[in-house]
């Protein structure tokens, strides 16, 4: 079952898909540099870093069913 704030983001994506639609309309679909869309590009950063904030925020609150000592991490990460 999805949290709370998993479900708020599968919402707030929607919005970053109408800033992509935006995106492709305004600069089209070719390879290669847009310009004239810096402002639309700083727009979707913030928004997608607003919409990540309650995630990230809650993550290290929640319980993890993952033992670091146990994790595939490269030895520098674990814990041991």
């Not at 704030?5 to 540099?33: M, S, V, W």
């Not at 979707?44 to 670091?68: C, D, E, F, G, M």
Request: proline share 6%.
């Amino acid at each position: 079952m999805p949290s709370k704030a998993r479900k708020a983001f599968d919402e707030n994506a929607k919005d970053i898909e109408k800033l992509l639609r935006l995106h492709e309309q305004e600069g089209g679909t070719a390879k290669g540099r847009r310009f004239g869309l810096e402002v639309l590009n700083k727009s979707a950063i913030v928004l997608i870093t607003s919409y990540w904030k309650p995630t990230v925020k809650i993550l290290p609150q929640r319980p993890s069913n993952i033992s670091l000592s146990t994790s595939r991490m490269p030895q520098i990460c674990q814990l041991n």
